[in-house]
């Protein structure tokens, strides 16, 4: 990536101070490229170059940057306190709020970030049956602790990490993503010992790969067959795939589901939503769910005003048109100069990569299939896009927003048209 002078002295700068100059990991934000203001889909460097944003800071930007509503609410809640510790009535509207957009879920608990969701499902679900053991699935990413990162020798987003050990993966049952009879025979052998099923319901992270026709619907009969908990981490899905995030989109009714990002509008805010008599057991103190800043009011206020927007002012027609479009524009962009391009996903969140000589073509129906692609080429592809003006990560994720129109479409078709050439 070619960095502007400000760019660069910042990098050299923050290199001093923050392992790897910045502080995301350093394979998704590899230009360090520095951000001085963000409005909309666009994105502004310190060096007075512009972006079309198609990352959107990893989803949570979903009505683009600093929408008016969302600033004015999360404004007020600001002069109104910064309260923390809940005992305040946004927390009860939003949560009312929340619960009714999602249309399945009877109780809701807030808080910070993914991850913690995660943690806490997992430990609901493992106080209300009594069992240890969690299923996940291959190339599923649920956080960054280290009994749910992806393991030693696993294919994913998110390398295994030193310091973890197999002590900390020992709860834990990993199985193939999209391959029903495994989870069938797994169950039938262990379902004793299983607390809860977690899966992306849409594998998102690791290639945005749809489940197969069947599959959800089949972890939960068994779900319900064996008495295990049905978690469906919607940390990405959750109000961007549709307003009932993946459960909606799919048909298919979780009994937990954890939520951040798109939710507030920008704003740091995640939750658990779920069955009542699961939930119910933070209630009584049976189960902690706990953290200084969860409910504050101005991610309640955020939460709020960004489930109000989406169900008043729904974006997803205008999001998936975009998205649909800039698909077709990649292709034949990809096409016209004779360049070996992957699009696949849904129009709100899809992955872009190169196949390889000996399989460049058709979609990736699980994350094995990412043997399959040139990961270094696209990686490469992406600090191009990034040096004429498109901003995205080294590993193929596109995001759309609320705030993409003609105009960025137009920008973004050019700049990619130049990238290209
Ligand atoms: N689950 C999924 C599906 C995610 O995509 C992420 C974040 N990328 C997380 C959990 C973790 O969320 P957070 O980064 O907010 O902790």
């Known amino acids: 990536v070619r960095r502007g002078e400000r760019s660069a002295a910042l990098r050299e700068q923050a290199l001093r101070r923050t392992p790897g100059g910045v502080h995301s990991n350093v394979r998704l934000n590899g230009p360090q490229v520095f951000i001085e203001r963000a409005k909309g889909a666009w994105l502004y460097d310190v060096d007075g170059r512009d972006y079309v944003d198609h990352l959107l800071g990893q989803g949570p930007n979903f009505l683009g940057h600093a929408p008016g509503d969302i600033l004015a609410a999360v404004e007020r809640a600001c002069r109104d306190g910064m309260i923390y510790g809940g005992q305040h009535p946004l927390e009860v509207a939003a949560a009312d709020a929340v619960c009714d957009a999602l249309g399945w879920a009877e109780r809701i608990r807030f808080g910070v970030t993914g991850t913690e969701q995660v943690q806490a499902a997992m430990r609901l679900a493992r106080a209300a049956t009594g069992r240890p053991k969690i299923i996940r699935f291959e190339g599923h990413y649920h956080g960054w602790l280290d009994n749910i990162l992806i393991a030693p020798g696993e294919r994913g987003w998110g390398p295994a990490t030193a310091g973890q050990t197999p002590a900390h993966l020992a709860d834990v049952i990993v199985l193939p993503w999209n391959d029903a009879d495994a989870v069938r025979r797994t169950m039938a052998e262990r379902g004793s010992e299983i607390a809860g099923i977690i899966t992306e319901a849409m594998m998102i992270n690791t290639g945005s790969i749809l489940p197969r026709p069947g599959f959800l619907e089949t972890l939960r009969e068994l779900c319900t067959a064996h008495g295990a908990v ?128 000996d399989a460049p073509g058709g979609d990736v129906a699980d994350h094995r299939g990412l043997s ?50």
Do not use: C
């Open 230 to 357: 049905l978690i469906f981490d919607e940390v990405i899905s959750g109000f961007r795939i549709a307003l009932g995030g993946a459960a909606e989109r799919f048909g298919v009714t979780p009994d937990l589901a954890t939520y951040g990002k798109a939710m507030a509008g920008g704003w740091p805010v995640a939750a658990l939503a779920g069955r009542a008599d699961l939930m119910d057991r933070f209630g009584t103190g049976e189960v902690n769910h706990s953290g200084t800043f969860n409910s504050s009011t101005m991610a309640m206020a955020a939460t709020l005003a960004t489930v109000t927007r989406l169900r008043e002012r729904p974006p997803y027609e205008q999001i998936s048109g975009y998205g649909d479009a800039l698909r077709e524009h990649l292709v034949a962009l990809a096409a016209k100069h004779g360049v070996p391009l992957r699009v696949q996903g849904l129009p709100m969140a899809f992955h872009v990569s190169f196949g390889t000589d």
């Open 372 to 421: 399959r692609l040139d990961l270094a080429r696209y990686e490469r592809f992406a600090a191009h896009l990034v040096d004429h003006g498109v901003w995205v990560a080294g590993r193929g994720i596109w995001y759309v927003s609320a705030a993409h129109g003609d105009a960025e479409l137009a920008a973004t078709v050019e700049r990619l048209d130049r990238a290209f050439a």
